[in-house]
């Protein structure tokens, strides 16, 4: 490949050619996974982003897209011949508008930057994925980040109003507009999601929320995991939609307490995190609709935090459970599978034989109120076979959340990770579909290759090729 | 209904066969709506059925020929409802009729429209394949979007079967306020309003009087409506329901009636045409003989979109039309789906 045309492109500095330079970027968060990019590429305006995306185009050169690289699916990794065109540059808040309570930003701002910046107005960008201090809005739309405000709140996809893009081609086009509604096919909504494989998002304007007055948190303990899957169902059927609903399994509640000591009943089998927001009587009178209906289905305890402090030290626990996991073994693997909220004890249940099957303890930590589920695989990469063991119950598990009647990934994108579930997922039909509208815009399949969507051929040999987890690159990171 | 699947699939091939474009028709109730379009009937009204519904999942699954009111129905009987808050044009006004339109009612500022609460769909593609994308559950990123594609595309990208929406308890208690105001001062007010913390769920404004309904807490929504010291509205269901399914009297008029979506603070030239203001001022309604020309061209400085929601000349474009970028990857969408061009073609735009 001759990548040394794209200096006559772009500024100094901001074209890597020589290995040391390019060695920093071969994967993103999901780090097992490495490839040495060909090139790497630090544009800083939308015109050079056009001109590397004609120039790529032109001369059959494949590109990958990258944010902060905080991904968890490998959906940013590099390709060895093509070039890794990195947008953390583009990190400017364009324009605020509080009376639209609307941000046009460039998609290298990071997640966090955007609620920081609107403070002042008393509004907040509300998804919120647990790597916000780090990860780019640019990244959020490519994977439709979600977070656990999610049930109540929505994902990246019911949040964003606007994108500006560059095709392959090197074509400047909207998509949505400040209105509601727009014109023609839901196009923000493709693009949503889409993993970098259909365009490279160069702006975003994002939907802003006023901040709710008030919030609290309650935590419900359980004697069996059923009563607090019931629970949960029963909380919806009472027409409550909490800002958040988290459970997590006696593995989980154990390796948080020694951890950062948040108060957790340590003898549950498992816990309920529930946190209302509005005005302070609504929230106050729904927790009180919750505590009782909590007993009601069998919490052992409920304990209704009494202000903000304690509120934080509820949820420290939860947002400790990755870190946590990290210091009982010295590898976990995060899957992401989503189920209907029904089968979460049965699915727990299958999670628990899969871990004697494959001789691997297992953490488990829900988004309860959307289904949304992260079993931690515990494993240590240093025992021979030990890896492998692990991606097998992790595909097992996704499998499940298949039969049960859910998804192999809620949040974390597809990427290079799941890629092989894909075709246990998707009939061939409906894999061709995804092909043709990938085509629909790069014919020449130049936009993050191999990734989200697998070959019919990739799948017809399914099993030949095994793909893994790593340690996390971020450790700074929360994660949860 | 596997009988109904297989002769739609055979319509489908037929129409491949003879070069004879198919018109997707579900309970009739909006083919008032988008540009004429000619081809043989493909009826959709026969594939009806709520297929599960279950209210702590928050989601239900029904064929696209489902009449909106028994949906409507069965929700209601478990305090839930369709948060988007579709027009049920008359008794006959299908699910499907629903999604592909993609039009949502006055709620839709507060809650979301109806895209926002897709969660799958199951459909025929133009090449005859059946073909699910999404699922029932909330959070599914598993390949692209297309159920949410889909939504709004008149039909243009697939026969919908089933699908799969999420669903909302129903407001525990809600009120109407209203008051005379000019249209300058009704649009401050709404403006004002939706940026506190006011549990708005639906704000207009109908040439002289600003409405506004509050959902939520009984005791929230008494407290906010004293603070916003308006009038309260008696027979305020009728109000909405009449707006929301098209009834109030600015759909009636011999002129054409005008759609446009705007940005909550863009300027509209109303001129002297009669307009009805709803969405807190993001949905504009318009009585008006203008030419197609000068309302596209007058939304467009809006930084919005136009839609001629009734009227005499269907052959013209009926929708804001899209820039030449945009128009090209639409037309590559549609040859995606839809290869033989047999799927309501020309239903959108001329040439998707």
Redesign the interface.
């Known amino acids: 490949m001759n990548f040394s045309k794209l200096t006559e492109i772009l500024p100094a500095g901001a074209v890597l050619l020589s290995e040391e330079s390019r060695r920093v970027y071969e994967c993103d968060a999901l780090s097992a996974h490495r490839v040495m990019p060909g090139c790497v590429v630090l544009p800083d305006t939308v015109e050079q982003v056009q001109a590397i995306l004609s120039y790529c185009h032109s001369h059959d050169i494949p590109v990958v897209a990258r944010g902060a690289g905080t991904g968890l699916s490998g959906g940013a990794m590099p390709h060895e011949e093509g070039v890794l065109l990195i947008l953390a540059k583009f990190n400017k808040i364009i324009e605020i ?5 609307t941000a046009r930003v460039q998609p290298g701002v990071r997640n966090l930057a955007i609620s920081d910046a609107v403070k002042s107005h ?1 509004l907040y960008y509300a998804p919120d994925p647990s790597s916000q201090i780090a990860c780019t809005i640019g990244g959020n739309v490519a ?2 980040s ?1 977070g656990v405000h ?2 109540k709140y ?2 990246t ?2 949040n964003i109003m606007q994108l500006k893009l560059v ?1 392959i081609e090197g ?5 949505g ?11 923000l ?2 693009l ?3 993993e970098g ?2 365009a490279v998002i160069v702006e975003v304007t994002v939907k802003l929320v ?1 901040k ?2 008030f919030s609290r948190v309650l935590l419900a303990a359980f004697d069996d995991v059923e009563k607090a899957g019931n629970a949960v ?2 909380v ?2 009472e ?3 909490p800002a958040g609903l988290e459970m997590m399994d006696k593995g989980g509640v154990r390796a948080v307490e020694d951890f950062v000591h948040a108060g957790y009943p340590t003898d549950a089998e498992a816990i309920l995190l529930c946190e209302l927001d ?2 302070q ?2 929230v106050e ?2 927790l009180n609709a919750v505590e009782q209906l909590l007993t009601r289905f069998g919490a052992t305890e409920v304990r209704v935090a009494q202000n903000d402090a304690e509120s934080d030290l509820f949820w420290a626990g939860r947002k400790a459970a990755f870190p946590a996991a990290g210091r009982v073994a010295p590898d976990y693997y995060c899957m992401d599978g ?5 089968h979460i004890a049965q699915v727990l249940s299958g999670i628990n034989d899969l871990s004697k099957k494959y001789k691997l303890d297992v953490i488990n930590v829900f ?1 309860a109120g ?3 589920l992260h079993p931690l695989i515990l494993y240590d990469i240093a025992i021979p076979g030990e890896l492998k063991r692990t991606e097998a119950f992790g595909s097992d598990i996704l499998k499940l959340c298949i039969e049960m ?10 990427g290079i990770e ?1 890629i092989n579930e ?1 075709c246990i ?3 061939d ?2 894999l ?3 092909h ?6 790069d014919k020449k399949g130049l936009l993050n290759p191999g990734k ?2 697998p070959t019919l051929n990739r799948c017809a040999e399914f099993g030949a090729m095994h793909v893994h987890a790593g340690k996390d690159k971020f450790p700074e990171l929360e994660r949860y | 209904m596997q009988e109904k699947i297989k002769i739609i699939q055979d319509q489908l091939a037929n129409a491949i066969e003879q070069r004879e474009p198919l018109k997707i028709v579900g309970g009739d109730s909006k083919a008032f709506l988008g540009r004429n379009s000619t081809g043989t009937s493909l009826e959709m009204s026969s594939y009806s059925g709520v297929i599960s519904y ?5 989601y239900i699954t029904a064929r696209s020929g489902t009449t909106l009111s028994e949906i409507n129905n069965t929700l209601t009987e478990h ?2 409802m369709l948060a988007f808050d579709p027009p049920q044009i008359n008794a006959s006004t299908t699910i499907g009729g629903v999604v592909a339109t ?1 039009l949502s009612g006055p709620r ?2 507060y809650t ?2 109806v ?2 609460y897709v969660l799958g769909i199951h459909c025929i ?1 133009g090449l005859g ?5 999404g ?12 159920s ?2 889909m ?3 008149y039909g243009t ?1 697939g026969v919908i079967l089933d699908i799969s929406l999420k669903v ?3 407001p ?1 208690f809600e009120m109407t306020c209203h008051q005379l105001l000019s249209a300058e001062k009704a649009l401050a007010k709404m ?1 004002e309003l ?4 006011i549990p708005i769920s639906a704000s207009c404004y109908d040439g002289e009087a600003l409405f506004i309904r509050l959902s ?2 009984e ?2 929504v008494k ?1 906010s409506s004293e603070a916003i010291g308006m009038d309260v509205l008696e027979q305020a269901q009728l109000f909405w329901d009449e707006l929301r399914d098209y009834k109030s009297s600015i759909f009636n008029s011999d002129n054409n009636v005008w759609r446009l ?6 300027v509209v030239a109303v001129a002297d045409d009669s307009c009805l203001i709803d ?1 807190g001022g ?2 504009y309604w318009l009585n008006s003989d203008r030419s197609a020309e000068e309302i596209f061209n007058m939304a467009s400085v809006a ?3 136009a ?1 001629l929601f009734k009227g005499s000349d269907r052959q013209q474009e009926v ?5 030449d ?2 128009l090209s ?2 037309k ?2 549609k ?3 839809d290869p033989h061009g047999i799927l309501n073609p020309g239903k ?2 001329a040439t998707v």
């Not at chain 2, 929708?319 to 820039?323: A, E, I």
Request: charged fraction near 20%; hydrophobic fraction near 35%.
């Open positions: 508008d509080p009376e639209q309570r008393g994977e439709n979600g999610c049930l929505g994902l996809v019911h095709t074509e400047l086009i909207t998509v507009s400040h209105a509601f509604d727009s014109a023609g096919y839901d196009l909504a493709l949503t999601g889409s494989m259909l006023p709710p007055p169902a029963g919806i059927a027409g409550i939609i509005g005005t009587d609504e009178t729904g989503t189920i209907p909220r029904k988004h959307d289904g949304n009647g859910g998804t192999i990934t809620g949040e974390h994108g597809v799941k894909m997922q998707f009939s039909d409906e061709e579909q995804f043709a509208v990938k085509a629909a815009f989200a969507v | 279950e209210p702590t999942e928050l305090g839930q993609g839709r500022p979301g429209s895209r926002d593609n394949k059946e073909l699910t994308f699922g029932q559950v909330m959070k599914n990123v598993a390949g692209y979007d297309l949410r594609l939504t709004g595309a990208l909302m308890p129903i525990e403006l939706s940026t506190g913390n939520g807490d005791k929230v407290t979506s705007v940005p909550l603070t863009s969405w993001g949905l930084g919005g979109s839609m929708f804001q039309p899209l820039t970028g945009l990857l639409h590559g969408l040859n995606a789906f959108m735009y």
